[in-house]
């Protein structure tokens, strides 16, 4: 999925960028601890639940990074994702949220659907604070 918004690359890199950042701008995650030098994180979902996320790839050039899923109450496997914003110039910037998985106790369209509220609900909020 992704979103155009109304802010500088740099800065919109600077909030969503970090692998600890996701309670700064995701409605569903209340709180993010990282774990083993910062190679995880334990994501405390509203509503109770946690997700462990392991970060496989940051890079700050690119404004890029990935993750794969450890843990998770969410109806996936071999779960994949990747976050990364680009510089459209003019001081705006996209934010394109990709994954790959398979279905794990749900049929795959239910998975799918689970997984795109929650990157949709992230991206909607990135623009409710940045416009687009």
């Given at each position: 999925?992704?979103?155009?918004?109304d802010v500088a690359a740099d800065q919109l890199w600077s909030l969503i960028g970090g692998f600890n950042a996701l309670s700064d701008w995701h409605p569903a995650v209340e709180k993010s601890e990282l774990q083993d030098?910062?190679?995880?994180?334990?994501?405390?979902?509203?509503?109770?639940?946690?997700?462990?996320?392991?970060?496989?790839?940051?890079?700050?050039?690119?404004?890029?990074?990935?993750?794969?899923?450890?843990?998770?109450?969410?109806?996936?496997?071999?779960?994949?994702?990747?976050?990364?914003?680009?510089?459209?110039?003019?001081?705006?910037?996209?934010?394109?949220?990709?994954?790959?998985?398979?279905?794990?106790?749900?049929?795959?369209?239910?998975?799918?659907?689970?997984?795109?509220?929650?990157?949709?609900?992230?991206?909607?909020?990135?623009?409710?604070?940045?416009?687009?």
């Amino acid at each position: 999925m992704m979103t155009d918004l109304d802010v500088a690359a740099d800065q919109l890199w600077s909030l969503i960028g970090g692998f600890n950042a996701l309670s700064d701008w995701h409605p569903a995650v209340e709180k993010s601890e990282l774990q083993d030098e910062g190679s995880m994180r334990v994501l405390s979902l509203a509503g109770g639940g946690e997700i462990v996320e392991k970060l496989e790839k940051h890079d700050d050039n690119e404004r890029i990074y990935s993750y794969t899923i450890t843990d998770s109450p969410l109806p996936v496997k071999n779960y994949r994702a990747e976050i990364k914003v680009i510089d459209n110039g003019d001081g705006k910037s996209s934010v394109e949220w990709s994954s790959e998985f398979s279905a794990d106790g749900a049929e795959e369209n239910e998975a799918i659907d689970v997984i795109a509220g929650i990157f949709q609900a992230g991206l909607d909020n990135l623009k409710k604070m940045y416009g687009g």
